[in-house]
């Protein structure tokens, strides 16, 4: 079984920064790509970045240009920085990462249970 755990959320005033962390552990082989998703009060999940195994990554345009996500492969973690966050930010993180188990299988999908993260002064 792989699990991913995220951490890091918690409330802060707009402006601010936070960093969120997701660990995924398990029998793990390797990690293509890893995600960061969120959802709002009310609202349908949205993907944030993506970076994928050669770090490449990609944004929304709600976050292009302050939010960056990186990865430590050794340590099989994603990270989120989020900088001049603001209120409609509000969201609880969800991390996501295609996972293969073994070197001759194919990727699974796995999602975190989630972090809450909110704006507000």
């Known amino acids: 079984q792989v699990q991913l755990v995220e951490s890091g959320g918690d409330l802060v005033q707009p402006g601010g920064s936070l960093r969120l962390s997701c660990a995924a552990s398990?029998?793990?082989?390797?990690?293509?790509?890893m995600r960061w998703y969120r959802q709002a009060p009310g609202k349908e999940r949205e993907l944030v970045a993506t970076?994928?195994?050669?770090?490449?990554?990609n944004y929304s345009d709600s976050v292009k240009g302050r939010f960056t996500i990186s990865r430590d492969n050794a340590k099989n973690t994603v990270y989120l920085q989020m900088n001049s966050l603001k209120p409609e930010d509000t969201a609880v993180y969800y991390c996501?990462?295609?996972?293969?188990?073994?070197?001759?299988?194919?990727?699974?999908?796995?999602w975190g249970k989630g972090t809450l993260v909110t704006v507000s002064s």
């Open positions: 996501n990462a295609d996972v293969l188990l073994y070197s001759w299988s194919y990727e699974t999908n796995y």
């Open positions: 398990g029998s793990i082989f390797s990690i293509n790509a």
């Open positions: 970076i994928t195994k050669g770090d490449t990554t």
